[in-house]
């Protein structure tokens, strides 16, 4: 597929709906708009809310090893099933459930490549309002694989000694602190800008019209040699609530094969409220 | 029904036609142009305050002719508000339901309307992070509801079906034809759908060759509800280029004054679109000098007064005790 360094981690839409009833497939819907899954979803799908379920609930930080056992029990899930995993605007919240599950050790987890737009405009692609009645399994997540995630320290560090690419994948308003959060956005931050020595690369640079990702020539043009991110060295991408940069993460580690790829999903909500941390504009 | 009485058995039989079109008003004040006589056609004369009333009714016929409609089917339909308001009350009149899909931007105004005229919202929130190929949230929400649920919902797609063409090739267009007595040289319209334009300028061009069509855009980034940029235009099918001779960019924020120039000294109480129809106008009277132009203006201000105040701030002045 598109000579991608890692093309098992994508299907097709088409392969969905050859797949749909299949035992061993799992298929889980995430959005940004929370009441898209309601509206109509894959038939089989069930839904994840990124706001009540990816997230623990107290702290700022992802849902907990616990909460992930019993979220993806909940819904049918084995280790051993394939997850194919989608959603609305070209798969942003779908990429931070596939970081998820790779950062649980869910060995087969899959993108649907171009989301639920793609689906939703193919004529002979169908839509349902039913919920699946999964029956619980017990799951048992591996202890969070922290090569995935980048935390505050590695990011300062990232940016004081140029040995790591950042990649902010945010809006050019965003990068350039004219603007804070896109508009509307209820997460936002105190100060505008970005980390120093991070490139400009909005995560949208990566898809085409269709939503599907571009191909990896295409991607490898853009990134390595339009904007500069350097293969030899490991990379952090970032946006504002961790969820953009999955995308980017998802398209530098698996798409490109980048070997050393990490998403910082504190991102720019918790670096724009660091107090003292070093800003760009 | 009795046009010269204005006395109907229904509000179906308002629905303007060539026998009952909607008015053409001289502009007298603000034409910069003595030999060129200008026109605006007052689409918030039809029943439902729009020009809208024209394709909804023309889609909703259709729908109802193929048998699509009834037994619990409504429609699902991603509108702006003024398709939503004429489909809202032409559905609920013929006891069907309608569910909007309104992006969070349009005005309060037009949401409360869309409810009272029978509609029930879904409103989305657009505009996040601009993508290629994402679409439009609320196109995508409505076609989501058609598919999902379709024993529910049949979305007519003002952005694609032709009957929003037709509406104005069968209406528009012959009503200008007949009330300029031939005579129409210019026709000016905004971009929305692209249905009015599409339709009026197809019949008014196979009457008259040389008729000039001229189209105008909000800059990029605009706040003018219903009307599109050429940017945001690649989600509507019925926009034809080939019609239009100029398609003239301007600064969205002359869509508000020249609407309040329009209401405080030609008596028009046109909303935000017509006064980008108007700037538009005037810019190519201005070259021309002579001619016969018609405007379509699409709707009136009572929606918009909130825009009209967050673009012309000096309105809010003296409104407080």
């Not at chain 2, 605009?222 to 034809?240: A, K, Y």
């Not at chain 2, 009277?285 to 967050?310: C, P, Q």
Request: aromatic share 8%; net charge neutral.
């Amino acid at each position: 597929m598109a000579n991608y360094a890692h093309p098992e981690v994508l299907v097709e839409t088409d392969w969905v709906k050859n797949n749909l009833g299949n035992p061993g497939i799992k298929l889980v819907e995430i959005d940004v708009d929370t009441k898209a899954y309601d509206a109509g979803h894959v038939p089989g799908a069930v839904g994840f809310n990124w706001q009540t379920q990816l997230q623990d609930p107290v702290r700022r930080d992802i849902l907990t090893q616990d909460a992930f056992d019993k979220l993806v029990g909940g819904a049918g899930i084995s280790p051993a099933d394939t997850v194919v995993i989608y959603g609305d605007n070209n798969n942003w919240f779908a990429a931070y459930g596939f970081w998820l599950f790779k950062l649980y050790g869910h060995k087969d987890a899959r993108l649907m490549n171009g989301g639920r737009v793609k689906w939703l405009n193919e004529a002979d692609k169908p839509l349902t309002t039913e919920r699946p009645n999964p029956t619980p399994v017990a799951y048992k997540a591996a202890a969070p694989n922290n090569a995935l995630r980048a935390l505050v320290p590695e990011v300062l560090e990232a940016s004081r000694t140029g040995k790591c690419n950042l990649v902010d994948v945010r809006s050019p308003d965003e990068f350039t602190g004219r603007v804070i959060a896109p508009s509307g956005m209820s997460e936002t931050a105190q100060r505008g800008g970005h980390i120093p020595g991070a490139k400009s690369i909005p995560w949208n640079t990566a898809v085409q019209p269709s939503g599907a990702f571009k191909t990896a020539d295409e991607l490898r043009a853009i990134y390595l040699e339009q904007k500069g991110v350097d293969p030899k060295k490991p990379a952090i991408a970032y946006c504002r609530i961790g969820e953009r940069s999955s995308h980017t993460w998802f398209v530098l580690k698996y798409l490109l094969g980048f070997d050393q790829v990490k998403n910082y999903d504190g991102s720019w909500t918790e670096y724009g409220n660091l107090i003292g941390a070093p800003i760009e504009k | 029904m009795n046009h010269q009485l204005r006395v109907y058995n229904d509000i179906f039989e308002m629905l303007p036609s060539e026998e009952n079109p909607s008015p053409l008003v001289r502009i007298n004040r603000l034409n910069p142009a003595p030999e060129f006589a200008l026109y605006a056609k007052l689409e918030w004369m039809n029943p439902f305050g729009s020009v809208k009333d024209r394709a909804a009714w023309a889609m909703l016929r259709d729908l109802e002719e193929r048998g699509e409609l009834g037994n619990g089917r409504g429609l699902v339909e991603p509108t702006s508000g003024n398709t939503g308001i004429s489909l809202a009350a032409l559905a609920r009149a013929r006891g069907y339901h309608l569910r909007a899909v309104v992006p969070n931007k349009v005005p309060l105004e037009k949401k409360i309307l869309l409810k009272i005229a029978g509609a029930e919202l879904d409103v989305v929130s657009d505009e996040l992070c601009p993508a290629p190929g994402l679409g439009d949230g609320s196109i995508n929400l409505a076609k989501t509801h058609a598919k999902a649920s379709s024993h529910r919902y049949v979305m007519p797609n003002q952005y694609e079906n032709e009957k929003n063409v037709e509406a104005h090739l069968r209406t528009t267009g012959p009503e200008i034809w007949r009330q300029t007595e031939g005579r129409i040289t210019h026709l000016f319209v905004s971009l929305g759908t692209c249905g009015t334009a599409t339709g009026t300028a197809r019949f008014l061009r196979g009457q008259n060759p040389r008729l000039k069509v001229i189209a105008v855009q909000p800059t990029e980034g605009h706040d003018v509800p219903g009307l599109r940029n050429l940017s945001q235009l690649d989600v509507s099918r019925l926009f034809d280029r080939s019609l239009i001779d100029d398609l003239l960019e301007i600064d969205y924020k002359l869509a508000y004054t020249r609407a309040l120039e329009l209401c405080q000294t030609e008596g028009l109480l046109a909303g935000p679109s017509s006064g980008l129809i108007l700037e538009g106008a005037r810019r190519i009277l201005e070259r021309d000098r002579a001619g016969l132009g018609v405007m379509i203006f699409s709707d009136n201000v009572f929606k918009y007064t909130a825009n009209m105040v967050k673009h012309i701030p000096a309105l809010a002045a003296g409104t407080q005790a």
